[in-house]
């Protein structure tokens, strides 16, 4: 496609303003410019973005790789990544007015997504450094949570809470990073599994694309259905997408082994998914005001602080 004569559209859902739907001679396409964001990543942003796109298709639902090129400092042009369009609705949009029997249906359907993504195996955490996806270090300080709260309560919006806060936070990291020390395996992580970034069949809850890879890297296994379930409280929504994610990689952590009973066996893993998102949580929270879901977050940490409580909400 001659993205010169294409007419491009800023797709909604996103805070990086990077993606636009491509629309010429009657072909509709999907274009990643990697020109301020996606930049800040590194010249390799780019191939990184598409060496997992090729990895994971015909596992999950995601966008064919159309076109790579890098960035190109001396022409001052970005990178740039055109794949092919999805079809289906953004699941925020869907699920507003979501019958009880559609919203199982899509819970059930993101659980298995979820499932099949803890089960793709990799040799260790890290992130992904270039196009063969070679794995290197996480940033400072991720590699433990008491650390990642220490480093970000030096931060202009975590350093204005009381000390009682901040002390709270500190024992709540320091109980969640007990609960995953015994996960010993990593795997491919989106790392920004929510509602924005499915798309679904808006008729029979199917998921139809998973896109916006751009924080995918290799990690542990319940980061993403924490993510998923940071927000999704609601009851029966959020045990389908649990009982779903459990039956599906039953029997892959020693510690949730089919032998226990469902019930703990379902307490385990939702205990460590939210115990995984706190990393997230941390990080957008230190950066409230910059969007809705960094004011949001940071809202459902301080009630975690407050409460010292995984599985608080904000009210």
Same mark, same amino acid.
């Given at each position: 496609?001659?993205?010169?004569?294409?007419?491009?559209?800023?797709?909604?859902?996103?805070?990086?303003?990077?993606?636009?739907?491509?629309?010429?001679?009657?072909?509709?396409?999907?274009?990643?410019?990697?020109?301020?964001?996606?930049?800040?990543?590194?010249?390799?942003?780019?191939?990184?973005?598409?060496?997992?796109?090729?990895?994971?298709?015909?596992?999950?639902?995601?966008?064919?790789?159309?076109?790579?090129?890098?960035?190109?400092?001396?022409?001052?042009?970005? +990178? #740039? @990544?055109?794949?092919?369009?999805?079809?289906?609705?953004? *699941? !925020?949009? =869907?699920? $507003?007015?979501?019958?009880?029997?559609?919203?199982?249906?899509?819970?059930?359907?993101?659980?298995?997504?979820?499932?099949?993504?803890?089960?793709?195996?990799?040799?260790?955490?890290?992130?992904?450094?270039?196009?063969?996806?070679?794995?290197?270090?996480?940033?400072?300080?991720?590699?433990?949570?008491?650390?990642?709260?220490?480093?970000?309560?030096?931060?202009?919006?975590?350093?204005?809470?009381?000390?009682?806060?901040?002390? +709270? #936070? @500190?024992?709540?990291?320091?109980?969640?990073?007990?609960? *995953? !020390?015994? =996960?010993? $395996?990593?795997?491919?992580?989106?790392?920004?599994?929510?509602?924005?970034?499915?798309?679904?069949?808006?008729?029979?809850?199917?998921?139809?694309?998973?896109?916006?890879?751009?924080?995918?890297?290799?990690?542990?296994?319940?980061?993403?259905?924490?993510?998923?379930?940071?927000?999704?409280?609601?009851?029966?929504?959020?045990?389908?997408?649990?009982?779903?994610?459990?039956?599906?990689?039953?029997?892959?952590?020693?510690?949730?082994?089919?032998?226990?009973?469902?019930?703990?066996?379902?307490?385990?893993?939702?205990?460590?998914? $939210?115990?995984?998102?706190?990393?997230?949580?941390?990080?957008?929270?230190?950066?409230?005001?910059?969007?809705?879901?960094?004011?949001?977050?940071?809202?459902?940490?301080?009630?975690?602080?407050?409460?010292?409580?995984?599985?608080?909400?904000?009210?």
């Amino acid at each position: 496609m001659d993205l010169l004569r294409a007419g491009l559209t800023p797709l909604e859902g996103g805070f990086s303003g990077e993606t636009f739907l491509a629309e010429a001679a009657g072909e509709r396409s999907v274009v990643r410019i990697y020109a301020d964001r996606g930049a800040r990543r590194g010249s390799n942003a780019v191939e990184v973005d598409a060496a997992v796109l090729r990895l994971v298709r015909g596992l999950l639902p995601v966008p064919e790789v159309l076109e790579v090129r890098r960035p190109d400092e001396s022409a001052r042009t970005p +990178g #740039l @990544l055109v794949m092919s369009y999805l079809e289906g609705n953004r *699941l !925020d949009l =869907v699920l $507003r007015d979501a019958s009880p029997e559609l919203r199982g249906r899509v819970a059930a359907s993101a659980g298995e997504m979820l499932a099949r993504l803890a089960q793709m195996p990799m040799l260790r955490p890290g992130m992904f450094l270039d196009g063969d996806l070679k794995i290197g270090a996480f940033p400072p300080g991720a590699e433990d949570l008491v650390e990642w709260v220490t480093r970000h309560s030096q931060q202009r919006v975590l350093r204005e809470w009381s000390t009682s806060q901040r002390a +709270g #936070l @500190l024992e709540v990291a320091d109980r969640a990073q007990r609960l *995953l !020390d015994g =996960v010993d $395996r990593a795997c491919l992580v989106h790392s920004d599994f929510n509602p924005k970034n499915l798309l679904v069949d808006p008729w029979t809850g199917v998921v139809t694309g998973l896109v916006d890879w751009e924080f995918a890297h290799s990690g542990g296994p319940f980061t993403d259905l924490g993510n998923f379930l940071r927000f999704e409280r609601e009851p029966l929504f959020a045990e389908e997408v649990l009982a779903t994610y459990v039956r599906g990689t039953s029997g892959l952590d020693p510690s949730t082994s089919s032998g226990r009973r469902k019930r703990g066996q379902r307490d385990e893993v939702l205990d460590r998914a $939210r115990a995984s998102d706190l990393w997230a949580l941390v990080d957008l929270a230190a950066r409230s005001g910059d969007h809705p879901v960094a004011s949001r977050a940071h809202d459902h940490l301080l009630a975690i602080a407050r409460t010292g409580d995984l599985h608080a909400t904000a009210v």
